[in-house]
């Protein structure tokens, strides 16, 4: 593989993310982020060289779900890799297969239809261990209550800082027409909610959305050709941490944490608070916010709590954290969380992000977490 390479982005495309996608399918999704994309990257299917396409069979309802992505990325006949993982895995091979010199140009794409999906939390329960977990028939959301309270104990921070991160990301998602969970609220609506397994509430969960995204990789002579505004890959990493409830760390991410390892030292990042400029982490639950802030070493362990209590991850703070709205403000895409995370970084780094823009910014972290009950969790560092 030759590391000497470079790889940028030079096409996204997104049909948005909303509650419910009655007039469309999950093709039709797809396709309308595809053809975004090719325009942008002012390319046609034709010229690509593979695509990788992130596909969950069980989340997608289909068997061999991949089957189904060729017709509507121009891929029929082409070679096309599937990722049953989060859409930054898929955006590892695909950049990977550039650095292998299989060809100069590549495709990811990744896609939500979560208002499909009629028994949600059974659904979830399939990641829970066959033998020793998944008989219980615990709820997913009460495995997040225990490593909640767990985190809470260990870090110090409070339930009133993880309403906080609720409030300031549903706030950034009002003003970003891309993200369908928008709204104005307190910390007391949260705290208030309804109780799902203490200390976790109704309004700490991110509600689900459908969406698509795609994106165009080229290698580093090819994007300058295409495009002009180019977003390059510095750096990028993936970790597994156990998958059993009986041998994890209840309080820390570690996956966030070694991925990130892996991302800095390829991206020849020291000190991530001083070199990256912002940053769009999964939030798919409030308390994951401040868990992976200290994971990635924007901040010591205890410290994420008071800082986001301070104002120090707002739009206008010291280190803006989900300028974006995150998954709280965009919702749970599942496998495309990373993609959302990715495209925002992108929309950031060209100056596209309209009022949720931030000031200077030329390096951005999306990282990702595969959600309850996993420890599965992606990084990607992006510059301009």
């Not at 089957?67 to 509507?72: A, K």
Request: charged residues 20%.
């Amino acid at each position: 593989m030759n590391r000497s390479k470079r790889v940028a982005i030079v096409g996204v495309g997104t049909t948005g993310f909303r509650a419910t996608t009655p007039g469309v399918s999950y093709r039709e999704l797809t396709y309308e982020a595809a053809t975004k994309a090719y325009l942008e990257a002012g390319i046609e299917p034709k010229e690509v060289d593979a695509f990788v396409a992130t596909s969950e069979d069980f989340l997608e309802g289909y068997s061999i779900a991949d089957e189904y992505s060729p017709d509507q990325l121009g891929a029929v006949l082409k070679p096309i890799y599937t990722v049953s993982g989060d859409f930054i895995q898929s955006l590892a091979s695909a950049y990977m297969m550039i650095l292998s010199g299989i060809g100069d140009i590549m495709v990811v794409q990744g896609m939500s239809k979560a208002s499909n999906m009629l028994t949600l939390s059974e659904m979830v329960s399939f990641a829970l261990d066959p033998i020793y977990n998944r008989p219980l028939k615990e709820s997913p959301h009460a495995i997040a209550g225990m490593e909640m309270a767990r985190f809470l104990y260990e870090s110090g921070a409070t339930r009133e800082q993880c309403a906080k991160v609720v409030v300031k990301n549903k706030k950034n998602a009002l003003t970003n027409p891309l993200a369908g969970h928008g709204v104005q609220i307190d910390l007391e609506c949260v705290l208030d909610s309804e109780c799902i397994s203490f200390p976790l509430t109704h309004m700490d969960i991110s509600p689900t959305s459908d969406g698509a995204v795609v994106v165009v990789l080229a290698e580093e002579k090819t994007a300058k050709s295409l495009s002009d505004k180019p977003v390059w890959i510095r750096g990028i990493g993936w970790c597994s941490d156990t998958p059993g409830l009986e041998t994890r760390n209840w309080a820390e991410a570690v996956y966030a944490q070694m991925a990130s390892e892996t991302a800095y030292k390829m991206a020849g990042i020291r000190f991530p608070r001083k070199e990256i400029d912002f940053a769009e982490i999964s939030d798919e639950i409030s308390y994951k916010e401040l868990q992976h802030l200290e994971a990635l070493r924007f901040c010591r362990k205890g410290e994420a709590g008071p800082w986001t209590a301070m104002g120090g991850t707002e739009i206008g703070g010291e280190f803006p954290v989900n300028p974006s709205g995150g998954t709280l403000g965009a919702g749970n895409l599942f496998e495309l969380n990373g993609g959302q995370k990715v495209l925002e970084v992108v929309r950031q780094l060209r100056g596209e992000a309209g009022k949720n823009q931030l000031k200077d910014v030329h390096t951005g972290l999306a990282q990702s977490w595969r959600g309850v009950p996993t420890t599965t969790g992606t990084v990607v560092i992006l510059s301009r």
